[in-house]
């Protein structure tokens, strides 16, 4: 398994405005995942994280938007620019901490509202 | 692309029913499937993974089969409890791919 703290948990924002989310994990993993969850919606899958490389992005979502780093192997950020109420939902990371059989572990999301 | 349905959308029931929740998938190559478990503002907890070849996992009193050919998979949960409430969400995998969630069921298990 893997233990997965984000920062910040929650916060609410002014629109225009760019908010940077933190995932930590506490061993070294290869992929890390973003997801958005709307309100009342299920989980979409933003991009893909690997260290050493340019993330890659899911239809419908474009790096100027959502800015990602990945600087080691235990950490990685998303930036959410440029802010407007619909970006208000929970984005969440994951990892795989190991091969296969490739099961997922998801740190606590972080609740953004923008105003 | 994978489209992944959950049936039903809500159930509310009262305390010791035993629960079938459905998942059903479009895409049948997948790799594995996972069920998941978050609760109200909070993020996704893993119940049971299983594994395109496997047809079942059990943990406890959760029990999820997968027929992989039929793109469907169901969680049975025995004796239900009021802390089993929560919504649940099935994911079909591509291996080392991100996940597709369902838009999961919602669960209230009344004492």
């Known amino acids: 398994s893997a233990v997965i703290s984000q920062k910040p948990s929650r916060d609410i924002c002014q629109r225009g405005t760019s908010l940077t989310i933190q995932c930590q994990v506490d061993?070294?993993?290869?992929?890390m995942f973003w997801y958005r969850q709307q309100p009342g919606q299920s989980l979409t899958l933003i991009a893909t994280?690997?260290?050493?490389?340019?993330?890659?992005?899911e239809s419908g979502f474009v790096i100027d938007k959502f800015p990602i780093s990945r600087p080691n192997l235990t950490f990685s950020t998303l930036t959410v620019s440029n802010m407007s109420p619909e970006d208000s939902s929970i984005y969440l990371c994951?990892?795989?901490?190991?091969?296969?059989?490739?099961?997922?572990?998801f740190g606590p999301g972080t609740r953004l509202t923008v105003t | 692309k994978q489209e992944v349905t959950q049936i039903p959308a809500a159930l509310s029931v009262p305390e010791g029913e035993n629960l079938v929740l459905n998942c059903s998938f479009t895409?049948?190559?997948?790799?594995?499937l996972q069920w998941f478990r978050q609760d109200p503002g909070k993020g996704l907890t893993s119940l049971l993974l299983?594994?395109?070849?496997?047809r079942e996992q059990t943990s406890g009193r959760l029990n999820a089969s997968l027929d992989k050919s039929s793109g469907r998979s169901t969680l049975y949960i025995a004796a239900s409890q009021p802390g089993d409430s929560a919504t649940y969400l099935c994911?079909?995998?591509?291996?080392?791919?991100?996940?597709?969630f369902g838009k999961g069921t919602h669960l209230i298990i009344q004492p």
């Open positions: 061993s070294q993993v290869t992929m």
């Open positions: 994951s990892v795989y901490p190991s091969g296969a059989p490739y099961e997922q572990y």
């Open positions: 299983i594994q395109s070849s496997q």
């Open positions: 994911a079909p995998g591509g291996g080392a791919d991100g996940l597709t």
């Open positions: 895409d049948s190559a997948i790799y594995n």
């Open positions: 994280a690997n260290q050493g490389s340019e993330a890659t992005y």
